[in-house]
């Protein structure tokens, strides 16, 4: 279920680092990241809200191979960014304690990769951290 980018989107994806949305993409990224299906009852996910929850789910309902999908491509499109470790690691967490084993298993490859490289004492890294544990 792994796929590659390809050099033009890549590119596309990169020029966003220098862009005002890139905060905007990062956060529905990790929305994303971090929305589980729903059992019946309704509700939302732990950690997301009723807002954040619409705007990734739209009209759709998001669940089984087109969420998994989502999820990997999201790993992909932030794997090509080039980001510094301490900007990906909260999302190669969620992506490790994904629900989704093809999610769970990348998000675990990636950590591992960027861990060594990411300074852990980073003050806005902490406080991402400490925002996604909290919420969650």
């Known amino acids: 279920m792994r796929s590659q980018i390809s050099d033009d989107v890549s590119v596309k994806y990169r020029s966003l680092i220098a862009s005002q949305d890139k905060e905007l993409f990062l ?7 971090l929305y589980q299906p ?15 929850v ?5 009209k759709q309902a998001l669940k089984g191979d087109i969420l998994t999908k989502r999820k990997l491509g999201i790993l992909n499109v932030i794997g090509t960014m080039d980001l ?3 900007s990906v690691y909260p999302f190669y967490i969620a992506a ?5 084993e093809p999610v769970a298993k990348r ?5 591992k990769k960027k861990a ?8 806005k ?11 969650t």
């Open 27 to 33: 956060d529905f990224c990790l929305h994303m990241l």
């Open 38 to 52: 729903v059992l019946q009852g309704g509700g939302s996910p732990p950690g997301l809200s009723v807002f954040q």
């Open 54 to 58: 619409n705007r990734i789910m739209r």
């Open 84 to 86: 510094p470790g301490e």
């Open 96 to 100: 490790s304690v994904d629900s989704q």
């Open 107 to 111: 998000g675990e490859e990636l950590l």
């Open 116 to 123: 060594s490289e990411t300074n852990l004492d980073d003050p």
């Open 125 to 135: 890294l902490i406080n991402r951290l400490f925002v996604l544990f909290n919420v």
